[in-house]
């Protein structure tokens, strides 16, 4: 598996002979995006690699597609590209495309292709800020990717979520290759110490909870919202035994993991 990190949420996974891409986000930095609500942020990162030096791309798995952090315009523009498109429910009534797949928690779809072995990509729970507040943050998943077949996860995608008691259930449940965890502890001045993402600590409460072979943290900087930077979740690790579990992907350069 190999394993490329574009910037932000944004990841093109290479897996038995497919491209997936996650939460496509190509803007250059300098960009001022509202989140509704009296939310806002600054992208302060451009990413690594353009949306134009990308290989040919068989899925996008969106974790949600109402903040521009997870799916911006040039996001958007890709996803044209791009033959399917997985994602919640809620956001499948609002994209185009010829074969956009929508998932509730805990149901899965199957990509299929000429000369390729089937992967299995199942909704796992994922809530973005404190109980109750899904009706105004909106609805988000995250993604375990396997075979057909095979209770093994090769790649479990947290989305962005805090933690709560489905995501560490999710995470004693599965048998997992590679994690993906979405963190950055986002706070917003208009809600104060509120989160909604994980912080560095609780980001290490997952992958204890979920002993991966390897745990690739992501999301974590780039944008002005995020407010547990990458130092917070490297003190967090260096503290816990699942340290040796952690790989820290260099921004652009295809990594072979796992």
């Keep these: 598996m190999i394993l490329t990190h574009i910037g932000g949420p944004t990841v093109l996974i290479e897996i038995d002979g497919w491209r997936l891409l996650t939460d496509p986000t190509f803007d250059a930095a300098g960009g001022h995006y509202r989140f509704g609500w009296g939310t806002s942020s600054n992208k302060l990162t451009s990413p690594a690699v353009s949306a ?7 899925a996008v798995l969106l974790t949600h597609d109402h903040h521009a952090d997870n799916l911006d315009t040039a996001g958007r523009a890709l996803l044209e590209t791009v033959p399917t498109i997985v994602t919640t429910t809620a956001a499948a009534t609002r994209l185009r495309g010829a074969d956009v797949r929508g998932l509730a928690v805990g149901t899965d779809t199957l990509l299929t292709a000429p000369g390729r072995s089937p992967l299995r990509v199942r909704a796992t729970p ?21 075979g057909k077949g095979d209770d093994r996860v090769r790649v479990w995608v947290t989305g ?7 995501l560490l259930a999710t995470a004693r449940s599965l048998s997992i290759d590679v994690l993906i965890v979405h963190v950055g502890g986002v706070q917003f001045p208009i809600t104060g110490t509120v ?19 390897v745990a690739v943290p992501v999301h974590v900087e780039g944008w002005s919202h995020f407010r547990d930077t990458r130092e917070h979740l490297e003190l967090a690790v260096a503290a816990s035994p699942a340290a040796e579990s952690v790989q820290w992907l260099s921004a652009g350069v295809p990594t072979e993991v796992g």
């Design 52 to 58: 134009q030096q990308l290989p040919p791309i068989d």
């Design 126 to 146: 994922a809530r973005h800020g404190p109980p109750l507040s899904r009706p105004i943050v909106g609805a988000v998943i995250g993604f375990a990717i396997g």
């Design 160 to 166: 962005d979520t805090v933690l709560h008691r489905a």
């Design 195 to 213: 989160r909604y993402t994980m912080t560095g600590r609780q980001a290490v409460r997952v992958i204890e909870a979920a002993s991966p072979g």
